[in-house]
């Protein structure tokens, strides 16, 4: 049997316990309640005291950076018509954290010629003091997705982004 977890589930199990072992769940039987966590993790990002102010009005949040080797962030954009200007700004929020973005949108199937065909905007330090800013006019319609990681992949960290369409 095999348990897959999306951000923090808490399974109450009657009769197996979970162990994780390489970040991947293992159950065991048991015979007794148990209820399970995702393991913490030990390389946390501390956010910085102040942000610099290049996101005008709200950010779509915090987020940081996965602590293993190419931890991408992804975030789902959503649908976005084609023509139509959209400008992702990524601000780091952790000091030492040098954000790099990059916005994909993907095609499969016959339209693709029965592959995947990816069209992908990248950016490193257009928004100023090391920030990205990720701008294009969508040259299809689909559903955009913003990856975000550190430029050298080496730094846990923290960013905020925000997105304009239109």
Request: include cysteine.
């Amino acid at each position: 049997m095999r348990i897959r977890t999306a951000g923090i589930v808490l399974l109450a199990l009657a009769a197996y316990s979970i162990t994780v072992e390489g970040g991947q769940p293992q159950l065991q039987g048991s015979g007794k309640k148990q209820v399970w966590q995702p393991p913490r993790a030990t390389n946390r990002a501390e956010p910085i005291a102040r942000p610099r102010a290049s996101i005008g009005g709200g950010a779509n949040g915090v987020y940081c950076s996965a602590q293993w080797d190419n931890g991408i962030a992804v975030h789902d954009l959503g649908y976005v018509p084609s023509g139509l200007k959209v400008s992702v700004t990524v601000e780091s929020f952790s000091e030492g954290f040098n954000p790099v973005a990059a916005v994909l949108v993907a095609t499969i199937g016959q339209a693709a010629g029965n592959t995947i065909k990816t069209t992908t905007f990248y950016d490193d330090d257009s928004g100023g003091e090391g920030d990205a800013l990720v701008a294009f006019v969508a040259p299809q319609a689909g559903t955009y997705l913003l990856m975000v990681n550190d430029l050298t992949d080496t730094t846990v960290g923290c960013y905020r982004y925000q997105v304009a369409i239109g």
